[in-house]
Nanobody, 115 residues
Framework: QVQLVESGGGSVQAGESLTLSCAAS????????MGWYRQIPGKQRELVAA???????HVFDPAKGRFNVSRDSAKNTVTLQMDALEPTDTAAYFC?????????WGQGLQVTVSS
């Protein structure tokens, strides 16, 4: 079992920045990928950003160009830096870890962006 502990999130104005962090309770050396999804009420969860074991970083539209994802393999953490936030970024953000043929989830962080 792996626990994911998230931190960050909150409420900001449009154009501001937030940083989300996620720490795994054990080594992620052999992970397949780790990153962040988000979910708006009434909609499906969507992948925001991820990093693979081979060190490839992905940021998906509409966050591309505004968000960055990074990983600290020594600390088993992944961080989502969100800049130029827009009201449409308002959602619950969930850290995930894909490892050992299982997907683990954090409890979620609320991000609210007001105009």
């Amino acid at each position: 079992q792996v626990q994911l502990v998230e931190s960050g999130g909150g409420s900001v104005q449009a154009g501001e920045s937030l940083t989300l962090s996620c720490a795994a309770s054990r080594s992620t050396t052999y992970m397949e990928s780790m990153g962040w999804y988000r979910q708006i009420p009434g909609k499906q969860r969507e992948l925001v950003a991820a990093v693979t074991r081979s060190g490839i970083y992905h940021v998906f539209d509409p966050a591309k160009g505004r968000f960055n994802v990074s990983r600290d393999s020594a600390k088993n953490t992944v961080t989502l830096q969100m800049d130029a936030l827009e009201p449409t970024d308002t959602a619950a953000y969930f850290c995930y870890l894909r490892m050992d043929l299982r997907t683990y989830w954090g409890q979620g962080l609320q991000v609210t962006v007001s105009s």
